[in-house]
């Protein structure tokens, strides 16, 4: 009987342990499934508010004139293709005064825009200065080591800043004047004093143009307040007049023009815009373009996840050669015909 006994009691002890056991799997699994819930409530959340996000755009443009306009405009173009209505854009002009783009990159800072777009060269001297966390691209800008006082500049700024450049080849500028004036002797190279890659532009054509043959001269202008007297210098002294990728002279070109085109003087220009207003002949990009190819940049930056520290300096694929063509007619001047009209 005692044996009977203690065989029942061993099976009710483990029937306990069994029922126990099942009960505690059931509320392991019961934890589980209701934990696995919670996570997936929570990146449909996640997904959600992804989808919603939106990117605030400072953009700080240094000055208002036809080819800085373009490049913001393909920006802006390029991006909202990208983003939809995820993007806005805080945009700001300077009106050319580079102490304003400095106001308006602090605005920006403690507004904690998502990305600032930089046009012009003090614009983008001024973003660097106001952040070193914000992604800050360039556009407009001619020579980013030049800009932002980079020795060795091998392409990549680094850090929270690329961008792209406006540089067409100044090689194939000095060819190009060479082709339409060689008998010309003397070349006035008139820039702004105060724009660094202006000064660049400058010195690296005199080298090309005093290869082939030329006697370059500088006539350097501090602001547009000196301008004409500068100019007038210049029309008074050189045969031909070659003006850079130059924002103070682009928003005076008309100035520039009633001096050189009554002198006789033609003028080469860096960039189309300049050349519309008083040249005669550019090799010259599409600012639109470049714009457009920023905000390409831009959308892999905020909706990709890019990391800017590794992208090199883009530069326009494409350049032609353009002339003006009322102001070719006034001074008698046959261009080859491989040039195109500037649209009026």
């Not at 800009?147 to 406006?166: H, R």
């Not at 033609?266 to 905000?295: N, Q």
């Amino acid at each position: 009987m005692k044996k009977i006994l203690a065989l029942l009691m061993t099976i009710a002890m483990v029937g306990g342990l069994v029922a126990c056991g099942n009960a505690g799997t059931q509320e392991t699994a019961t934890e589980a499934t209701e934990a696995a819930t919670e996570e997936a409530a929570t990146a449909d959340t996640t997904d959600a508010a992804a989808d919603d996000t939106t990117y605030t755009i400072g953009i700080c443009q240094l000055v208002q004139h036809e080819a800085l306009d373009a490049a913001t405009e393909g920006f802006k173009d390029a991006l909202t293709e990208a983003l939809g209505d995820k993007v806005i854009f805080d945009e700001q002009n300077a009106q050319g005064d580079s102490n304003t783009c400095s106001t308006i990159i602090n605005g920006f800072v403690s507004n904690g825009v998502d990305l600032i777009l930089a046009n012009a060269t003090p614009a983008l001297q001024a973003a660097a200065a106001g952040t070193n966390e914000i992604p800050i691209l360039g556009t407009s800008v001619t020579e980013y080591g030049v800009a932002l006082e980079i020795e060795g500049f091998s392409g990549t700024v680094g850090g929270n800043i690329s961008g792209t450049s406006d540089l067409a080849p100044l090689d194939g500028q000095a060819d190009m004047l060479a082709e339409l004036f060689p008998d010309a002797k003397n070349v006035g190279l008139l820039y702004c004093s105060a724009e660094a890659n202006s000064q660049y532009q400058v010195d690296t054509i005199k080298t090309f143009l005093e290869e082939k043959g030329y006697s370059c001269e500088y006539y350097a202008f501090s602001d547009s307040n000196d301008l004409s007297s500068v100019a007038t210098n210049a029309a008074s002294a050189v045969d031909v007049i070659y003006v850079p990728t130059d924002n103070t002279a682009a928003s005076n070109a008309e100035l520039i023009n009633n001096i050189c085109l009554p002198a006789g003087v033609p003028v080469v220009a860096g960039e189309e815009g300049i050349c519309a207003g008083c040249g005669v002949a550019t090799l010259s990009i599409s600012y639109y373009d470049l714009g457009v190819a920023t905000g390409k940049m831009a959308a892999k930056i905020l909706a990709e996840g890019a990391d800017i520290s590794t992208m090199p300096i883009e530069y326009a694929p494409n350049f032609t050669k353009k002339y003006n063509v009322a102001n070719c007619e006034t001074l008698g001047i046959t261009v080859p015909a491989d040039y195109e009209a500037i649209a009026e």
